[in-house]
Structure formats: C-alpha cells, structure tokens
Nanobody, 122 residues
Framework: VQLQASGGGLVQAGGSLRLSCAGS????????TGWFRQAPGKEREFVAR????????YYADSVKGRFTISRDNAKTTVYLQMNSLKPEDTAVYYC????????????????WGKGTQVTVSS
C-alpha cells in the first residue's frame, strides 16, 4: 500500500495550495482518508478527514473555513485545498487512510503517506 502526497511548496501568507494524495495497493473507496500536519518541534496535529463517499467531513478549528478536503474515488486520490494560508500553517502534511473513521489523535491509523512540506512566508 502506498499513499503518495504531493503539492506542497513555498507560498506567501494569504496564498493557496492544493495538496493531493494518491493511494495505490488498496481498495481506496473503502477507506476513510484524512490529513495531519507536524510543524518543527510540535506534535502531529489533525487537520481534516473525509468519509468513504465524501458525505462526511470534519475539520480542525484552526483550519475551518480556510481548508477544504475532498476525494475522487475513481482517481484514488484525496485532496486538501488550502486557502488564506498563514505562517502557522507551515508544517509537513501527511495523508492517512483507515478502514474506520480517521481518529483525530492519529492513533491506530492503517496507512500513512510520507508527507509533503508546506511553507508559508509572512
């Protein structure tokens, strides 16, 4: 199983980025998916999750109204559209997949991607 995240980069505050995470080796549509992030010196933090058929989404308060999670099961890909980026959004972003609902503490998740760096300059 592989979760390949991409789309990170350097952006100015107020800008936008769209992260993608392509899954392979798993029946993607049967997994809930989500995004976490980890900033230097900080613990991993939940960002957003989406259910198997896109009906259910949930966001961390820190990104609500600015980030949008979506998925395309035909392309076995989950996306994170990030708008109005702030310097505090700087982190390595990881995608995750789980047969159950993605836990916000990140424990027990079936699969993790390798991460993509997002840097927001002020």
């Amino acid at each position: 199983v592989q979760l390949q995240a991409s789309g990170g980069g350097l952006v100015q505050a107020g800008g936008s980025l769209r992260l993608s995470c392509a899954g392979s080796g798993l029946t993607f549509s049967t997994y809930s998916t989500g995004w976490f992030r980890q900033a230097p010196g900080k613990e991993r933090e939940f960002v957003a999750r989406i259910g198997r058929i896109s009906i259910s989404t949930y966001y961390a308060d820190s990104v609500k109204g600015r980030f949008t999670i979506s998925r395309d099961n035909a392309k076995t890909t989950v996306y994170l559209q990030m708008n109005s980026l702030k310097p505090e959004d700087t982190a390595v972003y990881y995608c995750a997949a789980d047969r159950a609902t993605i836990s916000t503490n990140g424990y027990g998740i079936d699969y993790w991607g390798k991460g993509t760096q997002v840097t927001v300059s002020s």
